[in-house]
């Protein structure tokens, strides 16, 4: 019971008082999961964004590199060794070419969730955590727009997988839920904060085709550098080696640049 109290302890500290270099967490394709590494596991993430097309129009303050492409490196820890609640920590390293804005590239998160049913029968996951954590006081007025880091985006979320009524086996699982993050990183173009946002997404194992094929969607509101619909499929090569496609469709271009293809490239370090 002592060594339970200890770990519940620890995670809920490092949810509240957080790092500043703790930064993306585990996701669908764009937007955060209920979904938590296992317990002594790291993943290694290696997630790539390439322009689509050639830059948008811009304000007059915007530079154009903006519209480079994007490499995230990643580290995730699941931290916490119980079935029903889990903990993930990580840390980001995030370069953008010949991008002068965002002179911060590292940043973080934390997750703490609980699966499906395990408060009651039928019950949904749930989920918290933050992530592209640093101070915000670092961001200058005029780049604020369009930084990865200082966001500071605080979250929650509740998923269900949903039951199939015909042949299969599953309509596959819906999440909902919201986020806020700092005021001083997530403005519009006017800079008028838009901090806030729903958060929607489904996804599916494509059992019917393969137990390796996995097709998600999903959507992050509000007017700000973050807002977007985007959709990707992965396949498992591996037990612990999987490989996303994605496409982001973001629905403020002159905050975030025009639409990107993304590479996701996951390799999972069990103990």
């Known amino acids: 019971m002592k060594r339970t109290a200890s770990y519940l302890a620890t995670a809920l500290l490092l949810l509240v008082t957080g790092s500043p270099v703790w930064a993306g967490p585990t996701s669908i394709?764009?937007?955060?999961?209920?979904?938590?590494?296992?317990?002594?596991?790291?993943?290694?993430?290696?997630?790539?964004?390439?322009?689509?097309?050639g830059d948008v129009d811009a304000p007059p303050n915007r530079l154009a590199s903006r519209d480079a492409n994007t490499l995230d490196l990643s580290l995730t820890f699941g931290l916490l060794p119980f079935k029903a609640v889990q903990m993930e920590v990580g840390v980001d390293y995030v370069v953008i070419a010949n991008d002068p804005n965002d002179q911060h590239p590292w940043s973080g998160n934390a997750k703490?969730?609980?699966?499906?049913?395990?408060l009651l029968p039928h019950a949904p996951a749930l989920a918290v955590g933050v992530?592209?954590?640093r101070p915000a006081k670092d961001i200058?007025?005029?780049?604020?727009?369009?930084?990865?880091?200082?966001?500071?985006?605080v979250y929650g979320l509740a998923a269900k997988t949903v039951p199939a009524l015909g042949p299969l086996p599953t309509l596959g699982r819906f999440s909902v839920g919201y986020y806020r993050g700092?005021?001083?990183?997530?403005?519009?173009?006017?800079?008028?904060?838009?901090?806030?946002?729903v958060l929607l997404s489904w996804d599916r194992t494509l059992k019917e085709i393969s137990e390796n094929l996995w097709l998600g969607l999903d959507y992050m509101g509000g007017?700000?550098?973050?807002?977007?619909?985007?959709?990707?499929?992965?396949?498992?090569?591996?037990?612990?080696?999987?490989?996303?496609?994605?496409?982001?469709?973001y629905t403020h271009s002159s905050l975030a640049g025009?639409?990107?293809?993304?590479?996701?490239?996951?390799?999972?370090?069990?103990?």
């Open 29 to 53: 394709v764009w937007i955060p999961s209920v979904d938590v590494q296992p317990f002594k596991t790291m993943d290694l993430g290696i997630n790539n964004f390439f322009r689509a097309s």
């Open 112 to 118: 703490l969730a609980i699966t499906e049913e395990a």
């Open 131 to 133: 992530y592209n954590g």
């Open 140 to 153: 200058a007025t005029n780049d604020a727009p369009y930084v990865a880091s200082g966001q500071n985006i």
């Open 182 to 197: 700092s005021r001083r990183a997530l403005i519009d173009e006017a800079g008028r904060v838009r901090n806030h946002g």
């Open 223 to 249: 007017r700000n550098s973050n807002g977007s619909f985007n959709v990707g499929f992965s396949w498992a090569f591996a037990r612990n080696v999987n490989l996303l496609f994605g496409y982001d469709m």
């Open 258 to 271: 025009s639409n990107t293809l993304t590479l996701q490239f996951d390799i999972k370090v069990p103990d």
